[in-house]
Structures are given as structure tokens and as C-alpha cells.
């Protein structure tokens, strides 16, 4: 799919040319977007897939661009946007009467931030929910409390990020200083000269490859459950279920209440119907799935 993609190369000449190449990939119109999107779904044409892809590389560079904090080449954050981008364009049902770029966000962000996690330091990471939360939102939470320095927090500002995030105090530390640089593993880990390097001293605490795979099948599985169990909602309440539910960054009821121009508490039913749709349709998936296997 997309074979045709611009190649992105390392360095900030290498992404201005790259911003230069897909802004000539025009825009689709929503009637032809559906239409390309329908002779794909149903003929596998790949000449369809391709103009879908090309058409929002503009938005995988533009999330991909949020991902600059974490010291990793721009070039395989925006390749693996991409690859989120493909999955979507795969999955995408343009009878469910939304936007490519609506269901297609999440693909992005999802491969991202997974490539991230993975790649960003050799220092095991926690993968909890909690933990995956405070990683990808403390840099932003810290400009808004204008806590910029390095160094340690202070404990007023450890507190206040510990309950925006729902996480407790000493994560916030911990996470802080993780994010604060991987020191050199070249580095000596004493000024004398034979107490040797710190690289010395790590153990790998990595799941073997077997665990890693098995994580990732679930992790494919579980997408693929939510994914088709939100087939079940309509264009409003997806909206409002992803931008409460799925984001990053959620948005307030007021704000959703102005985009529908309905009140907040309408909002609210809303956002709880879905969910409860969601959760009832994923249940149903899995038994489903399971049946089988009981049978």
C-alpha cells in the first residue's frame, strides 16, 4: 500500500524537504475521499489506498511533530505514523458516515507512541496505563505549571501533576527524572580508573522476545475489539467517545457542548451511552471469540 510515500531522511534539511514533498499531495474532498475510500474497501484497489495515504501525510508530520521531545529521529517517528496511517486506511468503513482523519488519528498516535515506548530509552519503562499517561503528558503538564528547569521538581509541582494525572508522587519523581536524559552508559561509574563503566552494572530486565510477541498479539487483539466495537456508535457519539475517551488530551464537556450545540449534561449522557455501547459490544466480541473454543 502507498509504495510511493516520500522518503523522509535524517536531519532538519532532510525534513523540510519532506513538509515540501507532501504538501503536494491535494486535499480530499469529503465525496471523494468516501469514493476512494469505497473502491478500496471493496476491490482492494491500491491505487485508492495510495491517494487516501498520501492525502493525510500532512497529518501524520503534524502529530508526529508533538513527538519531538523524546530524543528519537524525527524521520522513524513519522515513519511509523505512517504505518499507523496505512493500518487505518485498512479498517476504515466510509459507510459509518466520518471523516478518514477522525478514525485515522488514533492509528497514528497508537504507532507512535508504541514506537516510542519501545525505542526510547534502554532503561526498562513501565507500560501501566498510569504509567504510559504520566510519560506522554508530564512534559506538557510541567509547561503548563511553568516548572521548564532541569532538575528536580519541587514538591508543590510534584504534587499538582501527581493529581491532574491520577498517579502518585513518586512516579512523578521517578518519571521526571528518566525524562531528564539517559546519562552515557560510557560514563565511569566511580573516578577510579578500574571501577569501570556503567553499562557494566545493567541487567537486561526486558521480556524475552517470546513475551514480547504475545504482548503484542493482545495488544493487536485488544485494538481490533475496540475498533470494531465502535461500529456500533453513531458519527456523534464516536466523536464525543474518542475526543472524552481516546485522546490525549480530552476534551471538556463545554467544549463539546458548543461544537453539538447541545448542553453539557446532554453531553455527558452521551459520552456514558457510548461508552456503555463500547463495553457491551467488546464483551459480546470476546465471547464470541471464545465460543469456539468451549464448544
Given at each position: 500500500?502507498?509504495?510511493?510515500?516520500?522518503?523522509?531522511?535524517?536531519?532538519?534539511?532532510?525534513?523540510?524537504?519532506?513538509?515540501?514533498?507532501i504538501?503536494?499531495?491535494?486535499?480530499?474532498?469529503?465525496?471523494?475521499?468516501?469514493?476512494?475510500?469505497?473502491?478500496?474497501k471493496?476491490?482492494?484497489?491500491?491505487?485508492?489506498?495510495?491517494?487516501?495515504?498520501n492525502?493525510?501525510?500532512?497529518l501524520?508530520?503534524?502529530?508526529?511533530?508533538?513527538?519531538?521531545?523524546?530524543?528519537?529521529?524525527?524521520?522513524?517517528?513519522?515513519?511509523?505514523?505512517?504505518?499507523?496511517?496505512?493500518?487505518?486506511?485498512?479498517?476504515?468503513?466510509?459507510?459509518?458516515?466520518?471523516?478518514?482523519?477522525?478514525?485515522?488519528?488514533?492509528?497514528?498516535?497508537?504507532?507512535i507512541q508504541?514506537?516510542?515506548?519501545?525505542?526510547?530509552?534502554?532503561?526498562?519503562m513501565?507500560?501501566?496505563?498510569?504509567?504510559?499517561?504520566?510519560f506522554?503528558?508530564?512534559?506538557?503538564?510541567?509547561?503548563?505549571?511553568?516548572?521548564?528547569?532541569?532538575?528536580?521538581?519541587?514538591?508543590?509541582?510534584?504534587?499538582?501533576?501527581?493529581?491532574?494525572?491520577?498517579?502518585?508522587?513518586?512516579?512523578?519523581?521517578?518519571?521526571?527524572?528518566?525524562?531528564?536524559?539517559?546519562?552515557?552508559?560510557?560514563?565511569?561509574?566511580?573516578a577510579?580508573?578500574?571501577?569501570?563503566?556503567?553499562?557494566?552494572?545493567?541487567?537486561?530486565?526486558?521480556?524475552?522476545?517470546?513475551?514480547?510477541?504475545?504482548?503484542?498479539?493482545?495488544?493487536?487483539?485488544?485494538?481490533?475489539?475496540?475498533?470494531?466495537?465502535?461500529?456500533?456508535?453513531?458519527?456523534?457519539?464516536?466523536?464525543?467517545?474518542?475526543?472524552?475517551?481516546?485522546?490525549?488530551?480530552?476534551?471538556?464537556?463545554?467544549?463539546?457542548?458548543?461544537?453539538?450545540?447541545?448542553?453539557?449534561?446532554r453531553?455527558?449522557?452521551?459520552?456514558?451511552?457510548?461508552?456503555?455501547?463500547?463495553?457491551?459490544a467488546?464483551?459480546?466480541?470476546?465471547?464470541?471469540?471464545?465460543?469456539?473454543?468451549?464448544?
Amino acid at each position: 500500500m502507498a509504495q510511493n510515500i516520500p522518503m523522509l531522511t535524517a536531519g532538519e534539511g532532510g525534513l523540510s524537504r519532506y513538509l515540501d514533498e507532501i504538501r503536494k499531495f491535494p486535499m480530499l474532498q469529503p465525496q471523494e475521499e468516501y469514493m476512494l475510500a469505497k473502491r478500496y474497501k471493496e476491490h482492494e484497489d491500491p491505487e485508492a489506498a495510495e491517494r487516501l495515504v498520501n492525502s493525510h501525510l500532512r497529518l501524520v508530520a503534524k502529530i508526529a511533530m508533538g513527538y519531538r521531545g523524546y530524543g528519537l529521529p524525527i524521520s522513524e517517528v513519522v515513519s511509523e505514523g505512517n504505518v499507523g496511517l496505512m493500518q487505518a486506511v485498512k479498517r476504515f468503513e466510509p459507510d459509518k458516515g466520518f471523516r478518514l482523519a477522525t478514525y485515522a488519528m488514533w492509528w497514528i498516535k497508537a504507532a507512535i507512541q508504541e514506537y516510542i515506548l519501545r525505542s526510547w530509552s534502554l532503561v526498562k519503562m513501565g507500560t501501566t496505563a498510569n504509567q504510559k499517561r504520566l510519560f506522554f503528558n508530564l512534559r506538557r503538564l510541567k509547561g503548563k505549571i511553568q516548572a521548564l528547569d532541569e532538575g528536580d521538581l519541587r514538591p508543590d509541582q510534584v504534587a499538582e501533576i501527581a493529581t491532574r494525572l491520577g498517579v502518585s508522587e513518586d512516579e512523578v519523581v521517578s518519571m521526571n527524572r528518566r525524562l531528564g536524559g539517559d546519562a552515557s552508559l560510557n560514563a565511569p561509574v566511580r573516578a577510579e580508573a578500574d571501577a569501570g563503566e556503567w553499562q557494566d552494572w545493567l541487567v537486561d530486565e526486558g521480556d524475552s522476545q517470546e513475551t514480547m510477541l504475545a504482548n503484542q498479539e493482545e495488544l493487536d487483539h485488544r485494538r481490533k475489539l475496540l475498533s470494531d466495537a465502535m461500529d456500533v456508535l453513531n458519527e456523534r457519539e464516536r466523536r464525543i467517545f474518542e475526543a472524552r475517551r481516546l485522546s490525549e488530551d480530552p476534551m471538556t464537556l463545554e467544549d463539546l457542548s458548543g461544537e453539538f450545540g447541545v448542553s453539557r449534561e446532554r453531553v455527558r449522557q452521551i459520552e456514558v451511552r457510548a461508552f456503555e455501547k463500547v463495553q457491551k459490544a467488546v464483551r459480546n466480541s470476546a465471547r464470541a471469540l471464545e465460543a469456539p473454543a468451549h464448544a
